[in-house]
Structures are given as C-alpha cells and as structure tokens.
C-alpha cells in the first residue's frame, strides 16, 4: 500500500534564506522548486539520495503560517508515496473525509484526517495525475 517515504517537509519561513545550508553545507542538490499558487505555498525539493526534503514557505494566510506562529521552523510532516490515494483513503479507518487536492510535482496528494503519533501525514501519488498526462499528451501532438 505505502511504496516509501516521498518527503520529509521542513516548515520555514523563507526558502532563500534556509536553501543555502541544504545546498552549500549538506551538499544537497535543489530538484525543484515551485509556488503553488491555490495553497499559497512555495516548495523547494532537495534530493536526499534515497527520499526528498521539502522545504515549505508560506505565501498567504493558512495552515503552515499558522504552524510557524505557533511552533517556529522545524518539521512539519512526512509524505508517503502511494499508487492511488483514494484506494488508500478507502482501506484506512475514518479517512474518506480527507481532501484530495494538487500538490507539488502535479501529483495528487491529501493530509491524513488522523494525526499518528502526532504527525502531520500526507500522501502523494508516484505518477503525476492523469490529468497533467493528458494534457502533455495533448500538448506534444500540437
Ligand atoms: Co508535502
């Protein structure tokens, strides 16, 4: 059901500011690094040789401001790799009420409704969603 660990997210309160000890002293390598826009987010992926680390900036008002307000940087949640999320959502117990939405890499993701162990819990799926596929598809027979 669970393939891997895909992230480990790092709440910080500025990317420029964090990236250079991840690249320069960790020697990690920036794979990506975009803004999404409808959760008001900006992430930076960094290659950690067997999962990423995923540095997450707030842009707007929301759930990692508020986290920053209340706890400072630091870890924020881990993100499991999965096949289909909904599949997943349906064998757990009482996660049907997790949303679904885009995250990074155009991959569906959704935080878990359940907390274990205290834990913020994401999802994301290996592929990029179909829907992106398609539009790629579409975009290379153009
Ligand atoms: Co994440």
Redesign the pocket.
């Known amino acids: 059901m669970i393939e891997r660990i895909d992230?480990i997210?790092i709440a910080v309160h500025a990317i420029d500011a964090s990236l250079p000890y991840y690249r320069n002293e960790l020697r990690l390598v920036l794979v990506h690094d975009e803004v999404l826009p409808e959760v008001g987010v900006r992430l930076a992926y960094l290659d950690a040789g067997n999962s990423m680390l995923?540095l997450?900036e707030p842009l707007a008002a929301g759930p990692v401001a508020t986290f920053l307000a209340e706890h400072g940087e630091g870890l924020h949640?881990i993100?499991f790799a999965v096949e289909a999320i909904p599949d997943v959502l349906q064998r757990l117990t009482g996660e049907t009420e997790a949303r679904l939405f885009m995250?990074?890499r155009q991959r569906r993701?959704a935080f878990l409704v359940h907390r274990p162990n205290g834990l913020l819990t994401?999802l994301?799926e290996t592929r990029p969603s179909a829907a992106l596929v398609a539009s790629l598809a579409e975009g290379a027979r153009e």
């Open positions: 992230h997210a995923q997450v949640h993100c995250g990074g993701c994401e994301t």
